[in-house]
């Protein structure tokens, strides 16, 4: 994921068996097999305490530096203990993202699209105001309140406080962390939530579409005029009306859709496909792009062609909101999961296009493997670095021509497999 901008994040760590992010499974660490060894975990831990407790001291200072007093602290800090089960969490995330129509199929499922479908109903009356106040449609709202915590049901339960402690003094992301840890205590200090209720995912998402701190700060609102941006509350009001502020801050344009699914002409040059390209939607039309009822797509403004899984799968025609939800979590699959199951909520029927199913996403080793034997066939990648850039899509373009196949630049197991 190109992650970690100032973002609200979906962070694709939340907890529960709703998430619908990228695979984020937790391979749990097996049990020690002597007592010697268990005697060993448990002194790693001891020391892991006392060093966390005093991480927690020098840490108070630079609390109080950045304004937090010092009663707020303690208050926050009270009963707060180095928690392993984080930092395992943490070193043990999957390498392995779902393909993007295993995601669509949770992300869009039939039970998401009905109970997003119910959710509106019961909202209709907060959505419509939200959309009022903010230009923001009300099913893209639920959609990512769908993805980010299945319409309320999943919104962590991990003490923040504590979850993000550990995790700064943990220091394998220490500054990152540190900043969403003195943010939190700003949120606490003004009064929007006590250290108690403040919970939610164990890397630091909180509420019903999943608020990092620092955006929680930038972005929240308070919808309900109680003074209070409750992001935690049973009454979902502020927490998806923060997320249509967001939305517009970033330039949503409301009637715009996210995307629309297209078919290409037999011929179409794929060279043309990517973020980077853009027309208008007569100009596409002109090379014989048509959507998936065979008319042309309406001149919602400048639009570029996206095949997420290379020339087997859905091609969409993209707008300029979807780069706007892609602010939120910039993984494709995830937007195109939001924009898809607002489409679904609002009526729209599945997806037309098949995808390639029995191929799978890569690892980070099989791409620098795929890489070095491009640019070993002459296929120069511009190095080895495991990132599917601009410049290892033209050289996987150039491999396929030379074989007869699509050049649609799509790093597929199957083009490791022929490389191979």
């Not at 992010?21 to 002597?34: C, E, I």
Request: proline letters at 5%.
């Amino acid at each position: 994921m190109r992650m970690l901008k100032v973002a609200i994040l979906a962070f694709c760590l939340v907890t529960g068996p709703a998430v619908a992010g990228p695979d984020t499974s937790v391979s749990p660490r097996p049990r020690p097999a002597h007592a010697e060894e268990a005697q060993i975990v448990l002194a790693q831990a001891s020391r892991s305490s006392m060093e966390f407790q005093r991480w927690i001291d020098g840490f108070r200072g630079r609390a109080r530096a950045a304004g937090i007093r010092d009663g707020v602290f303690n208050a926050a800090f009270q009963g707060v203990r180095y928690d392993p089960g984080v930092i395992e969490k943490d070193r043990n995330q999957s390498e392995f993202t779902k393909p993007i129509w295993e995601y669509l199929d949770s992300a869009a499922s039939d039970a998401r699209v009905r109970n997003g479908r119910d959710a509106v109903r019961r909202h209709q009356r907060l959505l419509d105001a939200i959309e009022a106040a903010y230009g923001v449609e009300g099913e893209v709202v639920a959609a990512v309140w769908g993805l980010e915590s299945a319409y309320g049901e999943y919104r962590g339960s991990e003490p923040l406080i504590q979850s993000l402690a550990t995790l700064a003094f943990d220091g394998r992301r220490g500054r990152f962390f540190e900043e969403q840890l003195v943010a939190a205590l700003k949120i606490v200090q003004a009064g929007d939530v006590s250290p108690g209720r403040m919970t939610g995912s164990w890397a630091g998402a909180m509420g019903h579409t999943q608020f990092i701190p620092t955006s929680y700060l930038a972005y929240a609102v308070d919808f309900t005029g109680d003074g209070k941006r409750d992001i935690w509350s049973d009454d979902p009001a502020d927490a998806l009306a923060s997320t249509a502020a967001y939305l517009r801050r970033f330039g949503w344009t409301k009637g715009q859709p996210w995307g629309v699914e297209v078919a290409l002409p037999r011929g179409f040059d794929y060279a043309e496909t990517g973020e980077r390209i853009k027309k208008s939607p007569a100009e596409w039309a002109a090379l014989g792009i048509r959507d998936t009822q065979g008319g042309t797509v309406p001149n919602y403004g400048s639009a570029s062609i996206l095949l997420p899984a290379g020339a087997q799968g859905a091609a969409f025609m993209i707008f300029q909101n979807f780069h706007v939800i892609e602010r939120y979590n910039t993984a494709d699959a995830y937007v195109i999961g939001v924009g898809h199951l607002s489409d679904r909520i609002r009526g729209a029927g599945p997806l037309k296009s098949g995808w390639p199913r029995g191929d799978r996403n890569l690892r980070f080793a099989e791409k620098k493997e795929m890489q070095a034997l491009l640019s070993r066939r002459g296929f120069e990648t511009g190095g080895v670095d495991g990132i599917i850039g601009p410049n290892t899509i033209q050289a996987i373009r150039r491999f396929q021509v030379s074989i007869g196949m699509i050049p649609d630049g799509y790093a597929s197991f199957e083009i490791l497999n022929r490389l191979k």
